[in-house]
């Protein structure tokens, strides 16, 4: 157990829909990430937040957004959902940029 | 931009015998390097890290890995697998000058056979 959390474990949804994937760090943790694995994609960097500010932007679309809450956890809301945003979204956290992330159990979305 | 590069997308090992997984990555200065593992279904689990130092490093599990600057290479390594050892490894690379946000690499699914 990482001390990570994520909610909720699987999420089906229909296309267009929006739903909102949410991420517990590591007590202390300040830098939460969010990750997305697909087959055809692998495993890319979405967004970094440090202390509730947007730190660095990945292969993010725009359909997506995240925020990071003065209690230190983080929201990922995807809208407009399509088929291939089926995936494993993930969500790391670690004390401060410069050290290792430790990753959440994922959420598991599935657009049908 | 920092890349990474796993040239084996599957490797299939004995019980008893050791592993080497190969990583490669690209990047001008100094990356932070980490070995992470998923078993089906799970999150990612952190085996170890480079940041500095000693080149050779130790993990969890038994793994070690080293840090060949001259190769670009940081491949991990297993003297004697055992069953649970069945699953997907990934090299990810991290620098300061990126904001330490993590590439990784395809992966490489590890079979263990009795």
Known sequence: ???VTQ???HLITATGQRVTL???PRSGDLSVYWYQQSLDQ???FLIQYYNGEERAKGNILERFSAQQFPDLHSELNLSSLE?????????????AGYNEQFFGP?????VL | AQSVTQPDIHITVSEGASLELRCNYSYGATP?????VQSPGQGLQLLLKYFSGDTLVQGIK??????KRSQSSFNLRKPSVHWSDAAEYFCAVGARSNDYKLSFGAGTTVTVRA
Do not use: I, M
């Not at chain 1, 088929?83 to 004390?95: E, N, T």
């Not at chain 2, 932070?32 to 992470?36: H, M, N, S, T, V």
């Open chain 1, 22 to 24: 949410r991420c517990s």
């Open chain 1, 83 to 95: 088929l291939g945003d089926s995936a494993l979204y993930f969500c790391a956290s670690s004390v």
């Open chain 2, 32 to 36: 932070y390097l980490f070995w992470y």
């Open chain 1, 7 to 9: 909610t909720p474990k």
């Open chain 1, 42 to 44: 692998g495993l890319q």
């Open chain 1, 106 to 110: 994922g959420t598991r979305l599935t």
């Open chain 1, 1 to 3: 157990d990482s001390g």
């Open chain 2, 62 to 67: 038994g793994f070690e890995a080293e840090f």
